[in-house]
């Protein structure tokens, strides 16, 4: 088992300190962090802990999995690798100047305006 851990089902009052104290009881806590959004600043209900050995860890997960800490039933498992680069982009949509509604685009020249349902107007296109 790695030393890193997955910790679940957070009540948004847990803290990273309130979080390092419930796992120190299993040994040293090398860091402990509660994931907090962005935006409003709270909780999202999950954290990772890591501990000093793979021992450790492994007693950390056998002894608070569905033991209550402030007033949740934690979810304590060992934190899978992150895979790929994650966030960012949107996807295959958007991007690129013109074309799509509103359109936009190049415009000018003899092809008449721009803009419009699929870009590029004119042209006897549709």
Known sequence: MGRKLYVGNLSY???DESLRA???AFGTVDSAKVIMDRESGRSKGFGFIEMSTDEEAS???GGLDGQEVDGRNLRVSEARPQEGGGGGGRGPRGGGGGGGFGGGGRGGG????????GG????GRW
């Not at 590029?120 to 042209?123: D, K, L, P, T």
């Open 13 to 15: 009052s847990t803290t």
């Open 22 to 24: 419930a796992f120190a």
């Open 59 to 61: 007693a950390a997960v």
């Open 110 to 117: 003899d092809r008449g305006g721009g803009g419009g349902y």
């Open 120 to 123: 590029g107007g004119g042209g």
